[in-house]
């Protein structure tokens, strides 16, 4: 498994540190899970959808825990028919726990389970303290500025 050394980046960079963690905790490519498969929407500028395919499973079998910047889904079948006996068992339900990293300020705001579909709605929630806003620039009394003579009036050079 190849890691990368990120303290030279440490050096240059103030406050990436959470970052360069989660670089370094993502799981590779060999280690990564494929069970259940699941979607990653996009809605709109701030809203987003996870999507499970989670077949079998009930609401009482699944769990999802929002904490800090990480969602975890995790579900367990209860074995209702346990003296079944299958011929063949193509629709797989053992036990699985995924986690996802959030964004700063990405907050689940809900959950449904339809047609075997876990879907699990995000929105980015941004304080109005960090969003962008305009600055006014005001000049001071007395003080014409060179810019607005030109636009305002004929230029020197005509």
């Known amino acids: 498994m ?11 960079t103030v406050g990436f540190d959470r970052l360069f963690n989660l670089l370094d905790t993502l799981p590779s490519v060999d280690e990564a899970q494929t069970y259940p498969p699941y979607n990653i929407e996009k809605l709109g500028e701030d809203a987003y959808r996870i999507t499970m395919a989670v077949a079998g499973f009930a609401e009482d079998d699944l769990e999802i825990e929002a904490r800090e910047n990480s969602l975890i889904v995790s579900g367990k079948l209860t074995d209702e028919n346990g003296e079944a006996r299958f011929l063949h068992r ?69």
């Open 2 to 12: 190849t890691r990368f050394d990120f303290s030279p980046f440490s050096r240059s």
């Open 90 to 158: 193509g629709i797989a339900g053992r036990a699985f726990k995924r986690s996802f990293q959030l964004a700063d300020h990405v907050k689940v705001v809900g959950a449904d389970l339809e047609n075997g579909l876990l879907h699990i709605t995000l929105e980015r929630e941004v304080p109005e303290a960090l969003k962008p806003r305009k600055i006014e620039i005001k000049a001071k009394p007395g003080i014409v500025s060179k810019a607005k003579k030109v636009i305002e009036g004929k230029s020197k050079a005509a």
